[in-house]
């Protein structure tokens, strides 16, 4: 009895799919296209309208650009995990102008002025709360200085609202814990920034940076690769205005290098500089050991021991 039910009810689902597809009566093709501008479904294989004065589900309203569209549009952003709330809470615009964008009255301009400021207020309801929003808002700061992406950001207040959630914050400071989320974001999506590079925007000395990572990054599971050294190639060859070749040539440097077991215990920021140093001597396009130095932010000393390491792999004496 339950598999002569089973087989009835996909007899009515094969049933139910087979009316909802729809074929052109005339050439019996399935290749049947929707025409929003006219409201038609037609078939383009032939070019026969089989349904007119289609209902538009879209807006009632017409844009043709971009701030057009962010103009006339009714709906508010997307959620965002960057914001304590989500971006679910009203926020009350600062240009003191109603909807036909006349200036408000004095009295209103007042009346406005007390609402949004008690609607800053009541958007944190206890000290947790507002220690999220300090962290998030710390999290925005730093990865608008180092220059990340947005996806970055989201994945940097994922990683700390989960940290929050295990009660990993207990003991360590807001600042700390939210930098080592966005440097545990960071390379998690592959954005090359060095934990120098991170400590020079944070108010967090780098070795607390480094501790709290490793161990948020442990307790949460954090899968995270070593950083490769090809990631930073092309941003500290384009800081030093060098060429696309003297790029591959430092990229076959650290290939090379890294086949023979040098890479293993190597800062890789120091290897990045030293294979793009060599490069530069075997390409023509000759950069000094400061200047490369500089841009890596690591030390001549560094750059020369690496080097010396790098040329002897490659078989140059």
């Known amino acids: ?138 999290i925005d700061r730093m990865a608008s200085a180092l220059g990340v992406p947005r996806s970055v950001r989201e994945v940097a207040s994922v990683i700390y609202r989960r940290a929050l959630n295990e009660d990993l914050i207990r003991g360590r400071s807001i600042e700390g814990v939210a930098t080592s989320a966005l440097y545990a974001a960071c390379r998690q999506e592959g954005i090359p920034r060095s934990l120098d590079e991170v400590a020079e925007v944070s108010r967090v000395p780098q070795k607390e940076i480094g501790r709290t990572y490793r161990y ?49 215990g190597k800062s890789p920021t120091g290897f990045a500089a030293a294979a793009i140093y060599a490069a530069s001597l075997l390409c023509n396009e000759k950069k000094t050991q400061r200047e490369v130095a500089d841009v890596a932010q690591v030390t001549e000393v560094t750059i020369r021991n690496r080097y010396q390491e790098q040329i002897e792999a490659m078989g140059f004496r």
């Open 216 to 264: 948020i990054s442990q307790e949460l599971g954090l899968e995270l690769k070593p950083v490769d050294p090809k990631q930073f190639v092309p941003r500290f060859a384009s800081s030093l205005g060098l060429s696309e070749e003297v790029q591959s040539k430092a990229t076959e440097i650290i290939d090379v290098s890294a086949e023979q077991g040098l890479l293993s």
């Open 1 to 138: 009895m339950e598999r002569s039910r089973r087989q009835r009810q996909r007899e009515q689902e094969t049933e139910q799919t087979d009316d909802e597809r729809v074929v052109c009566p005339e050439c019996e093709s399935e290749n049947i296209v929707t025409d929003a501008d006219q409201g038609e479904l037609v078939c383009d294989d032939c070019g026969l309208v089989l349904d007119e004065q289609q209902i538009d589900r879209g807006p009632e309203w017409r844009a043709f650009n971009h701030s057009e569209r962010q103009s006339k549009s009714r709906v508010g952003a997307p959620i965002t995990e960057t914001m304590h709330d989500r971006g679910l809470t009203t926020t009350i615009d600062w240009k003191d102008k109603d909807a036909y964008g006349r200036s408000l009255s004095s009295e209103k301009r007042s009346q406005m002025h007390r609402l949004r400021k008690w609607q800053e207020r009541i958007r944190t309801k206890d000290a947790g709360e507002r220690n999220l929003q300090f962290a998030l808002s710390e």
